[in-house]
């Protein structure tokens, strides 16, 4: 038998080291410090808190053995803490626990001390009010795997998502990473998996929270000295939903939190959901601990929806609300918002109040006055030939003057405004848009550039115009 703290631990961790991994042994077991032996108690210091109820959750019975082995069955563990959220007093403060097994623990009428000068030791294992059928699951009931409408762009994700509904905690998908631009559908199907799980195992904890949230929850917890509280909540939930992980960047101890709380519902064959803006590859501002265990799962993401997919989503939303939309208005809003689906969905029902307040019918018309008045400014590259339409349209002329050689005022400067945009606005080079208008060659466009510009600082209406124009290019 041992009779030194250090020689003690030592021959523990000797044993402890043959029984778990390594990165395990390194993780929670290294930075332990043997700090004295007195009366078969052994008392090792821990870094945190955290740690001390990681040790108990987790290593418990192999501690027991090894402490009991190594000073006998009368032989006792005790942990003292250096508290982590005092910088100005780092003293560590001693807890006299008993290593008692889980269930033991539970009903133990000791616990940690929240801070410092607290002689009044609190129970985290007793949150006051919080039971857990009460945990809200604050899902959005329309967000459901019926309402989501499937596409090339979403097909893996929606399948994983699905296949996590089925059995969570029980895929290869753990995490689940949704990853996808702004209103691309990755709140609706984080929410729609929360739903198919509530409906298929009632008993289940399920909790969607945004990261926001989550975030501003723990320094609150912090504020109020019950993270220990804030800890137990989230480990005690079985399918835990954090929408836009991206909004931990830069956030370290909120990181720090989640992955202690991640690690114990992962270990523990929870479910975990994560959605974000961009793949962790491309998460700046994360630790990469944290990264490494998003990618332990599966990272599915959701693209833009095609033509198609967006016709079908407007046509889903209208059946849903009793809605009937001429073919051709719901075609033309599919076409000219095709980058978001938020944005999409935003035109639709900016229309049909529209045409509700102004008792007019929805027309084609409607739709596209509509959009060029509400719909921000999306990302499509317009051709040259759209260009030259446009601007001919405007000042009516017919489109083969301005393709002509003509010298004739009025199409000499529609077609210098035609150049100007082309170069704006698309990615030709000076020579393909000068081919374009007239055959001319690359000098003479960048001449129209240059007076096209010149002209809209000194000439009012001509300004005018070429906002006019550019107004009409972006939307439609
Ligand atoms: P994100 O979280 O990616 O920004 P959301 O999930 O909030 O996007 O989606 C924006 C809107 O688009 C929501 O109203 C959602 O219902 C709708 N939406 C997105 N994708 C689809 C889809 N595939 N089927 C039906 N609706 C969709
Ligand atoms: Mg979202």
Same mark, same amino acid.
């Given at each position: 038998m041992s009779n030194?703290?250090e020689s003690?631990w030592?021959a523990?961790l000797?044993?402890i080291?043959?029984n778990?991994?390594?990165q395990a042994?390194?993780t929670w077991?290294?930075?332990?410090?043997p700090?004295?032996?007195?009366?078969?108690?052994?008392?090792?210091?821990?870094p945190?808190h955290? #740690?001390y109820?990681? @040790?108990?959750?987790n290593?418990?019975? %192999?501690? *027991?053995?090894?402490i009991?082995k190594e000073l $006998?069955?009368?032989?006792?563990?005790?942990?003292?803490?250096?508290?982590?959220?005092?910088?100005t007093n780092?003293?560590?403060?001693t807890?006299?626990?008993?290593?008692?097994n889980?269930?033991?623990?539970k009903?133990?009428?000791?616990?940690?001390?929240?801070?410092?000068?607290e002689n009044?030791?609190?129970?985290?294992?007793?949150?006051?009010?919080l039971k857990?059928?009460?945990?809200?699951s604050?899902l959005n009931?329309?967000?459901s795997f019926?309402?989501?409408?499937?596409?090339?762009?979403?097909?893996?994700?929606?399948?994983?998502?699905f296949a996590v509904?089925n059995?969570p905690?029980?895929t290869? #998908?753990?995490p689940? @990473?949704?990853?996808?631009g702004v209103? %691309?559908? *990755?709140?609706?199907?984080?929410?729609?998996? $929360?739903?198919?799980?509530k409906?298929?195992f009632?008993?289940k904890?399920?909790?969607?929270?945004?990261?926001?949230k989550?975030?501003?929850?723990?320094i609150?917890?912090?504020?109020?000295?019950s993270?220990?509280?804030?800890?137990h909540f989230?480990?005690?939930?079985d399918?835990l939903?954090?929408?836009?992980v991206?909004?931990?960047?830069?956030k370290e101890k909120?990181q720090?939190v989640?992955f202690h709380?991640?690690?114990?519902?992962h270990q523990?064959?929870?479910?975990i959901?994560?959605?974000?803006d961009?793949p962790?590859?491309e998460?700046?501002?994360m630790?990469?601990?944290l990264?490494?265990r998003f990618k332990?799962?599966?990272?599915?993401?959701l693209?833009?929806p095609?033509?198609?997919?967006?016709i079908?989503?407007?046509?889903k939303?209208?059946y849903?609300?009793g809605?009937?939309?001429?073919?051709?208005?719901?075609e033309y809003?599919a076409y000219?918002?095709?980058?978001n689906?938020?944005?999409?969905?935003?035109a639709?029902?900016?229309l049909?109040?529209?045409a509700?307040l102004n008792?007019?019918?929805?027309?084609?018309?409607?739709?596209k006055?509509?959009?060029?008045?509400?719909v921000?400014?999306?990302a499509?590259?317009?051709?040259?030939?759209y260009?030259?339409?446009?601007?001919?349209?405007y000042?009516?002329?017919?489109i083969e003057?301005l393709?002509?050689k003509?010298r004739?005022r009025?199409?000499?400067?529609?077609?210098q405004?035609?150049?100007?945009?082309?170069k704006?606005?698309?990615?030709?080079?000076?020579?393909?848009?000068?081919?374009?208008?007239g055959g001319k060659?690359?000098?003479?466009?960048?001449h129209?550039?240059?007076?096209?510009l010149?002209l809209?600082?000194?000439?009012?209406?001509?300004k005018?115009?070429?906002e006019?124009?550019?107004?009409?290019?972006?939307?439609?």
């Amino acid at each position: 038998m041992s009779n030194t703290h250090e020689s003690a631990w030592n021959a523990c961790l000797k044993v402890i080291k043959d029984n778990i991994s390594l990165q395990a042994f390194k993780t929670w077991f290294e930075p332990i410090i043997p700090v004295k032996l007195e009366d078969n108690i052994l008392t090792i210091q821990v870094p945190s808190h955290f #740690f001390y109820e990681w @040790l108990e959750e987790n290593y418990i019975t %192999l501690l *027991k053995k090894v402490i009991q082995k190594e000073l $006998g069955p009368e032989g006792r563990l005790e942990y003292s803490i250096v508290m982590e959220n005092n910088s100005t007093n780092s003293t560590p403060y001693t807890v006299k626990l008993p290593a008692l097994n889980k269930k033991e623990l539970k009903n133990a009428p000791v616990s940690m001390p929240l801070n410092l000068n607290e002689n009044q030791i609190r129970n985290p294992f007793i949150i006051p009010g919080l039971k857990k059928v009460n945990v809200e699951s604050n899902l959005n009931p329309s967000y459901s795997f019926d309402n989501f409408v499937e596409g090339d762009c979403n097909r893996l994700a929606r399948a994983s998502g699905f296949a996590v509904a089925n059995k969570p905690g029980g895929t290869a #998908f753990n995490p689940l @990473l949704i990853y996808g631009g702004v209103g %691309l559908g *990755k709140t609706h199907l984080a929410h729609a998996i $929360g739903i198919s799980i509530k409906n298929q195992f009632p008993n289940k904890t399920v909790l969607y929270v945004g990261s926001e949230k989550f975030a501003h929850q723990f320094i609150d917890a912090i504020k109020n000295q019950s993270t220990n509280d804030f800890i137990h909540f989230y480990q005690m939930i079985d399918v835990l939903i954090i929408d836009d992980v991206q909004f931990f960047a830069g956030k370290e101890k909120t990181q720090d939190v989640f992955f202690h709380i991640f690690n114990h519902l992962h270990q523990n064959g929870k479910q975990i959901i994560l959605t974000s803006d961009k793949p962790p590859v491309e998460m700046q501002g994360m630790e990469q601990r944290l990264l490494s265990r998003f990618k332990w799962g599966l990272s599915a993401d959701l693209g833009a929806p095609e033509l198609e997919t967006r016709i079908a989503i407007l046509e889903k939303k209208m059946y849903g609300n009793g809605i009937e939309l001429p073919k051709d208005v719901v075609e033309y809003l599919a076409y000219s918002i095709n980058t978001n689906v938020r944005e999409m969905e935003g035109a639709l029902n900016t229309l049909l109040a529209q045409a509700s307040l102004n008792k007019k019918a929805i027309t084609i018309d409607l739709a596209k006055q509509m959009v060029d008045k509400f719909v921000k400014n999306t990302a499509r590259e317009v051709s040259i030939e759209y260009i030259q339409k446009v601007v001919c349209d405007y000042f009516d002329l017919p489109i083969e003057m301005l393709k002509s050689k003509t010298r004739k005022r009025e199409v000499v400067q529609a077609r210098q405004i035609a150049m100007f945009f082309s170069k704006k606005m698309t990615k030709s080079s000076l020579a393909n848009i000068g081919s374009h208008c007239g055959g001319k060659d690359h000098a003479t466009v960048l001449h129209a550039c240059r007076t096209v510009l010149n002209l809209s600082e000194t000439d009012k209406q001509f300004k005018v115009y070429l906002e006019d124009l550019e107004k009409k290019l972006t939307i439609q």
